[in-house]
């Protein structure tokens, strides 16, 4: 499977009480299979959706079509910084 996060940026400074997650993925032949994206920092599962929406640069760049689900958005919390 091929994933990339959007957002955070590598070396960006962010709240991790509120980090916004974004990014694309694409499982292949197995991507209708995809139930979830989950984050896990430090063992711990800090967000997760189950909400893929239409991401017309990513399908275009990888030849899908044009209605394939490859964002995704996570409002992640990562109770550890508390």
């Known amino acids: 499977m091929h994933a990339v996060l959007d957002t955070p940026v590598a070396d960006a400074l962010c709240d991790p009480l509120a980090l916004r997650i974004e990014g694309w993925l694409h499982g292949g032949a197995d991507h209708v299979h995809i139930a979830a994206v989950e984050v896990h920092a430090g063992g711990q599962l800090i967000g997760a959706t189950r909400a893929l929406a239409v991401r017309p640069d990513v399908n275009a760049a990888l030849t899908l079509p044009s209605d ?13 910084a508390e």
């Not at 394939?68 to 550890?80: E, L, N, S, V, Y």
Request: aromatic share 8%; hydrophobic share 40%; charged share 15%.
């Open 68 to 80: 394939t689900r490859t964002g995704f958005q996570i409002d992640a919390h990562c109770a550890a």
